[in-house]
């Protein structure tokens, strides 16, 4: 696609259901990377993919995070349990390689209810 | 700790003016990148800028211009003759070596540019 696609754009949960965000990346993007933005606040990376290899898992927040990317294409980042902390907007970027400029989707807003 | 600081929370300004955000990183690798996205009302970031950390020179693009220095770990941004239309919130991030140079952010800038 044109751009970097994400879905939901809107989430709205009960607390301690689990829910499940997804991103498809630029056609060709080998790095793809989750941020979490919370209300008023700059934004936190939570995990890395490039192509194949391991994730780089060390943004995470706790054990109830988790994200799959099969090769170089969609991506899912699995919450469970949610809680009212993690209420937010999640983002997903994606770039030709690492270094370069990464290119935002426009989202998914969760709220934890 | 904060590795990038951009100490304006709120800025507002008349259109036609010119303003300054600043930026000021901390790192200690030699390479690294600096980034500047925007996030209009909208909220998709976009990218306005990328440097990497072994090249000074200012840049301008249109009304947009960067200055870099590294003596004083800075990586301002100057809207000249500020729009409307340049109102959002203005993120600084830095790049390293770790989480596959994964961006680091500052807290970001909210320009208002009022008519």
């Known amino acids: 696609g044109a751009g970097v696609s994400q879905s939901p754009s809107n989430k709205v949960t009960e607390k301690g259901k689990d829910v499940e965000l997804r991103c498809d990346p630029i056609s060709g993007h080998t790095a793809l990377y989750w941020y979490r933005q919370r209300l008023g606040q700059g934004l936190e990376f939570l995990i890395y993919?490039?192509?194949?290899?391991?994730?780089?898992k060390s943004g995470l927040p706790s054990d109830r995070f988790s994200a799959e990317r099969t090769g170089e294409s969609v991506s899912t980042l699995t919450i469970q349990r949610t809680q009212q902390e993690d209420s937010a907007v999640y983002l997903c970027?994606?770039?030709?390689?690492?270094?370069?400029?990464?290119?935002f989707g426009q989202g998914t807003r969760l709220t934890v209810v | 700790a904060q590795k990038v600081t951009q100490a304006q929370t709120e800025i507002s300004v008349v259109e036609k003016e010119d303003v300054t955000l600043d930026c000021v990183y901390e790192?200690?690798?030699?390479?690294?990148?600096l980034f500047w996205y925007k996030q209009p009302p909208s909220g998709e970031l976009v990218f306005l800028i990328r440097?990497?950390?072994?090249?000074?020179q200012n840049e301008i693009s249109g009304r947009y211009s960067w200055n870099f220095q590294k003596s004083t770990s800075s990586f301002n941004f100057t809207i000249t003759a500020s729009q409307v239309v340049d109102s959002a919130v203005y993120f600084c991030?830095?790049?390293?070596?770790?989480?596959?140079?994964?961006?680091?952010f500052g807290k970001g800038t909210s320009l208002l540019v009022t008519p």
């Open positions: 790192t200690r690798d030699t390479t690294y990148y």
């Open positions: 991030a830095l790049s390293e070596g770790g989480s596959g140079y994964a961006l680091n």
């Open positions: 970027a994606s770039s030709l390689a690492r270094r370069l400029e990464a290119f």
């Open positions: 993919f490039q192509g194949n290899s391991a994730p780089d």
């Open positions: 440097r990497n950390s072994f090249d000074e």
